[in-house]
């Protein structure tokens, strides 16, 4: 075991001082008064003491809780849960998440079970988090169960909420030992409250803050504001003018880059500009003396019963000084919000490992902790969860595979519908004669044509595919047919009410390139290996083609990819079935892909290629 450091005791040493003065004397048996000094004695006796408080508390900060860059990490953060009641849109992607299966989340057993290990390393503050902790079951009796580990030197437990189905709540959580309440709140507009949570319940968070700031046994109650250019940021004064009559600390949070947000730098403003707009409302605001550790620059206003401060995640990062650790509530330990690495710990755990393997694991991880994280531009929005999925597993699975192997429908019951819009393209490469079929050029007699029975039979080709009608109508709305009937062919797609379909099929004649004539030596096949309607190698000194171009869009739950993919596709089937008759051996199918989508949790993509 390692001795905690005296520091958490320090702050006790004059009132203890005061305590031994009255109960001692110089000659008090068994302590030393090197040389008969009183005051020597004293400092002895109180040092002695703070050791042995210090006894008491059981380990200090672990190695296994201390990085390569010495941090020593006292603070755990606990995600209960991936589910919430609002759907913040700086949180959330607005097609919402996938839920979890219940059997990944921690169980409450295996939560302390975690607590009580990284509270015997050194942790002293451990603050409740989600999605929304108020919606996990037994919420009250974890923070009580929490509270037992004092004992082992825990000395704060926090939570951070909405505020919507608080107020009932919060007694008993503080009765069973919450110390200290964050409660989220970035509007005093109901009307924009709902336009930024995508719900309705301003009255019930304000009526949550007001019950919090009555309970004299909360130690801090602290309103946290996500501050974002356009959207709220003209609110800043008023919600500093919250601080003059009541305890409570503001916390104005800049706008941070989580996948599926949509985060856009010029949203961001930065705190040195808030704190501008303060000043020139209240002249007299001052510096507050920083906790260590504390994430907040803070500032008092001289007559204000609270205070306001800035948590400056993008514009001025406070890694130096990070003492945090995160828990997400499948179990994986994330030791910075913006690192996509993950470790778990709820499957060793499950697997039958003890403590001492769980604190290496702990160890590895902290050990690998950055010295801080990427520049707001470049922070990791593609692999790193989305905000409310710090309560989520992101091991990478086949979405459309259950847990026991079998084919599984993703569930999208909890999204909400969004715009979606995809574009996907393919070719089918094809011979000049079907080329001329098709565009209606004049075929001339180049002098290789076939006399006989086979001209006969190439005439007859001609005049079967001519017979089928126009091609490139036919294709087109064998697309459109079968983009509609995607969920009927692709088995585990969703069916969705498709608002446009649009397809192309464009004859394209390219010149022959360097590659096309390597891939025809190397048997290839694709992109510029044809021949003649005749079966002989054709040197060509152009590659003809049919390009299929569909776009399809729609307002659902789920992306329209597969529909635009099998447009193209059952396209230049078409194209391949009309043509077949003087081309069959001669054509190839390939470059199916999707271009172009917007919507959903990934967001734009627009894909560039190159012939």
């Not at 200090?60 to 609002?86: G, W």
């Not at 003209?234 to 949509?262: A, Q, W, Y």
Request: some cysteine; charged content about 25%.
């Amino acid at each position: 075991m390692f001795q905690r450091s005296a520091v958490s005791s320090k702050a006790s040493i004059k009132q203890l001082s005061r305590c031994l003065r009255t109960s001692s004397h110089p000659g008090h048996v068994g302590v030393p008064e090197r040389g008969g000094d009183h005051a020597s004695g004293l400092r002895y006796r109180i040092k002695e003491k703070i050791s042995n408080i210090d006894a008491e508390r059981g380990a200090a900060v672990s190695p296994f809780l201390v990085d390569s860059f010495k941090r020593q990490h006292n603070y755990l953060r606990i995600s209960l849960t991936e589910r919430c009641n609002l759907r913040c849109f700086y949180c959330m992607p607005s097609e919402g998440v996938e839920l979890s299966p219940p059997e990944h989340i921690l169980t409450d057993d295996e939560v302390i079970r975690l607590a009580t290990l990284f509270v015997q390393s050194g942790v002293t503050k451990i603050r409740l988090t989600g999605g929304e902790p108020t919606v996990r079951k037994g919420i009250v009796d974890i923070v009580g169960r929490l509270n037992e580990l004092r004992k082992y030197g825990l000395q704060s437990i926090g939570m951070t909420t909405n505020g919507i189905a608080l107020h009932r709540k919060l007694p008993l959580l503080i009765e069973n030992g919450l110390t200290h309440l964050n409660i989220s709140l970035d509007t005093l507009d109901p009307f924009k409250f709902e336009i930024m949570t995508r719900r309705m319940g301003h009255d019930a968070v304000l009526r949550s803050l007001e019950t919090a700031l009555r309970y004299k046994e909360l130690r801090s109650v602290k309103l946290n504001v996500v501050v974002v250019q356009g959207m709220n940021d003209h609110e800043v004064l008023d919600f500093v003018e919250m601080t003059k009559e009541r305890r409570l600390s503001v916390r104005f949070i800049e706008f941070m880059p989580f996948t599926g947000n949509k985060w856009d730098k010029h949203r961001m403003v930065p705190s040195a500009d808030l704190l501008t707009r303060i000043r020139s409302r209240y002249p007299a605001v001052c510096k507050a003396p920083d906790e260590l550790n504390d994430t907040a620059r803070s500032y008092i206003i001289p007559g204000h019963a609270g205070s306001f401060g800035f948590i400056s995640s993008m514009s001025d990062h406070f890694c130096g000084s990070c003492n945090r650790l995160r828990l997400t509530a499948d179990g994986q330990i994330k030791v910075c919000l913006f690192d996509a690495k993950e470790i778990s710990l709820r499957d060793q755990m499950r697997a039958g490992a003890d403590d001492s393997t769980l604190l290496a694991t702990i160890g590895r991880a902290v050990m690998g902790k950055k010295e801080k994280h990427a520049g707001m531009e470049d922070i990791d929005v593609v692999t790193n969860r989305p905000m409310i999925l710090i309560g989520a597993s992101r091991t990478p699975r086949l979405t459309h595979i259950d847990e026991s192997g079998r084919p599984s429908m993703v569930n999208v019951a909890h999204k909400e519908p969004t715009s979606r819009y995809a574009t996907a393209t393919g070719r089918i490469i094809i011979p000049k004669i079907a080329y001329d079929l098709i565009t209606g050029a004049s075929i001339e007699d180049d002098g290789d044509d076939p006399s006989g029975a086979e001209a006969a039979s190439l005439r007859e080709a001609k005049a079967k595919t001519r017979s089928k009608g126009d091609v490139l109508t036919v294709a087109q709305l064998a697309a459109i047919m079968g983009c509609k009937r995607t969920a009927e062919l692709i088995p585990l797609c969703h069916p969705l009410q498709l608002s446009h379909i649009s397809v192309t099929l464009e004859p394209e004649a390219m010149p022959r390139t360097a590659s096309d004539a390597s891939s025809a030596s190397a048997g290839q096949g694709f992109p510029g290996c044809t021949r003649s309607d005749t079966g002989k190698p054709q040197d060509e000194p152009l590659v003809y083609s049919i390009v299929c171009r569909a776009t399809v869009s729609c307002e659902g739950k789920t992306g329209v990819e597969m529909e635009a993919l099998t447009a193209v596709s059952v396209g230049l089937l078409t194209v391949w079935d009309m043509l077949k008759a003087v081309a069959g051996k001669e054509m190839v199918i390939g470059e199916i892909m999707v271009t172009r989508k917007e919507g959903g949790t990934s967001g734009r993509f627009v894909r560039t290629t190159h012939r």
